[in-house]
């Protein structure tokens, strides 16, 4: 499948890893590289695909929302529950398709790319603002069986936007389960959808705005710059830290991309990605006390025995 389960893949690599940095010979390998996709595990989460927002208003200084409501979508809903797919997993099957990235998505495409990437389901949606209000409006389609949700919308102010979509991820998340006849639905008089949207954290909108042109802009420097201004302006947040210190480590650049992996919290939902690479990276940099904590605390995380453990 187009997918692979990232978070599955290191939790096991980390155990060689934790090994090999504890062995001396371990100076003498060559670097790690991140590894290729394995195959699906029988036993999973339900894996969600959520496609750009189209724009179907006159702001064309809002178009960045495409992608931002779906990226804030993917990061509201990730870890609960469902694997939700990331944006470049979605880059990903739209290579393999022969698509372009400015691809206008018919049901049929979103059907096609859904199949192709092993998604149980589907998230899409548009949004309009006349430069004062925003009204966001999305769907869940279901793959197998196949079944389209009812239309979910929200409204208000465009100043409003992080309560906006709040709202409307709670309708999302209640719509990703099946529901139960004679239950109360997902619409916003459900208890369970307003509690949903109160227990997101607060978001800066000029922040996430930068995040959103950092993370898709294809030129290097001005998504570093982008990325720096979301995390300047919300030092909390730790999706500017991950993408910076991702963009770095691609780059191998671990001096620059150890600071930034080192700010997201084991917790989060890019934790085990950033202690994975933070372990990489002090392989590289001959320091295999430091890696083998990294990759001891993945293994912690995953409920996993250390390497202590399992030699007694």
């Known amino acids: 499948p187009i997918m692979w389960r990232r978070c599955l893949s290191l939790t096991a690599l980390a155990t060689v890893l934790t090994a090999c940095a504890g062995s001396p010979a371990f100076s003498q390998a060559q670097p790690v590289s991140v590894p290729s996709r394995p195959q699906a595990n029988a036993l999973r989460s339900p894996v969600v695909l959520t496609f750009p927002f189209e724009n179907t208003g006159q702001e064309i200084s809002l178009e960045w929302l495409s992608e931002g409501l779906a990226e804030l979508t993917t990061k509201r809903l990730n870890g609960r529950g469902y694997y939700i ?15 372009p990235v400015s691809t206008r998505f018919s049901r049929a495409t979103m059907l096609k790319l859904g199949e192709d990437a092993d998604a149980d389901e589907i998230i899409f949606g548009r949004y309009s603002s006349d430069g004062s209000t925003l009204t966001a409006t999305a769907r869940v389609l279901h793959l197998s069986p196949p079944l389209l949700s009812a239309e979910f919308s929200q409204s208000g102010a465009l100043s409003d936007l992080m309560s906006i979509h709040a709202r409307l991820a709670g309708q999302l998340y209640c719509a990703l389960a099946p529901v139960r006849p004679g239950g109360p639905g997902c619409g916003a008089g459900n208890p369970a959808v307003s509690a949903f949207a109160a227990q997101l954290p607060a978001l800066a909108p000029a922040a996430f705005e930068m995040y959103i042109r950092g993370v898709t802009d294809s030129n290097d420097d001005a998504r570093l710059r982008n990325l720096r201004e979301a995390a300047r302006l919300q030092p909390q947040w730790d999706a500017p830290a991950f993408a910076l210190g991702d963009t770095y480590f691609t780059r191998r650049n671990c001096e620059m991309a150890l600071p930034w992996l080192n700010r ?7 934790g085990v990605l ?30 996993q025995p250390s390497l202590s453990e399992a030699r007694s």
Do not use: H, I, N, W
């Open 264 to 270: 997201v919290p084991a917790a989060s939902v890019s």
């Open 85 to 99: 797919l990331s944006r470049q997993e979605r880059l990903d099957a739209l290579e393999t398709a022969g698509l």
């Open 274 to 303: 950033a202690g994975f690479e933070a372990g990489v990276c002090y392989l590289l940099r001959s320091d295999p006390a430091k890696a083998q904590a990294a990759f001891s605390a993945l293994l912690d995380r995953s409920g």
